[in-house]
């Protein structure tokens, strides 16, 4: 079993839809979480990171944290076509911990 | 948070010859990562590069075949060697800390012929 599982889609939604994604993991002593997007043939953009549980919000990005439930999401309101690309989950569990990534999830946002 | 400039962007190599790759950054950082990509994949760490000392590999990964150099505090170097098609992956680095995040350069596409 892998420490972070992540669905690998692809997730296919209208432009102005809300795209709700998300990582569930094993590893109890994970305590930062990042979300990354990367498009194709460029390296990963880091668009939200978060401390132990709880919501974080930045313009029309939301991630949340359940550490009870070993589970992340990143939710992205009114999404654009622009959106559409490969949205990673990483975490760790310290401050220089190792990165580990999920399997990312391909989008398609459709005009 | 920093800027990273990656070298070369991309490149195809022959089976058995070595490529470097190379990232700077616009500030000084303590630690460097470097990552792999294999196709249709996620990122597997290869190695922590602090400078004054040995990198630290992970499992899986050698010092013979990713020789990696950090001469100073805002540039890396990560060799791979003895080059087959199995290597055709992307390579990033990366900088930062899990408190804040971490930002990856703009990848080397490595194609292995």
């Known amino acids: 079993q892998k420490e972070v599982e992540q669905d690998p889609g692809p997730l296919s939604v209208p432009e102005g839809a809300i795209v709700s994604l998300n990582c569930t993991y094993s590893n109890s002593a994970f305590q930062y979480f990042m979300w990354y997007r990367q498009y194709s043939r460029k390296g990963p953009e880091l668009l939200m990171y978060?401390?132990?549980?709880g919501n974080k919000e930045d313009g029309r990005f939301t991630a949340q944290v359940d550490k009870s439930s070993k589970y992340i999401s990143l939710f992205i309101r009114d999404s654009q076509p622009s959106d559409s690309a490969t949205y990673l989950c990483a975490m760790s569990p310290d401050s220089w911990g190792k990165l580990q990534f999920g399997a990312g999830t391909q989008v398609v946002v459709t005009p | 948070s920093a800027v990273i400039s990656q070298k070369p962007s991309r490149d195809i190599c022959q089976r058995g010859t070595s490529l470097t790759i190379q990232c700077q950054v616009d500030?000084?950082?303590?630690?460097m990562f470097w990552y792999r990509q294999q196709p249709g994949q996620s990122l597997t760490l290869i190695a922590t590069?602090?400078?004054?000392?040995?990198?630290?590999?992970e499992s899986g990964f050698v010092i013979d075949k990713f020789p990696i150099s950090r001469p100073n505090l805002t540039f890396s170097t990560l060799t791979v060697s003895n080059l087959s098609p199995e290597d055709s992956s992307i390579y990033l680095c990366?900088?930062?800390?899990?408190?804040?995040?971490?930002?990856f350069g703009s990848g080397t596409r490595l194609t292995v012929v």
């Open positions: 590069a602090n400078q004054g000392s040995e990198a630290t590999y």
């Open positions: 978060t401390y132990s549980s």
């Open positions: 500030s000084q950082v303590t630690m």
């Open positions: 990366s900088v930062g800390d899990s408190r804040h995040g971490y930002t």
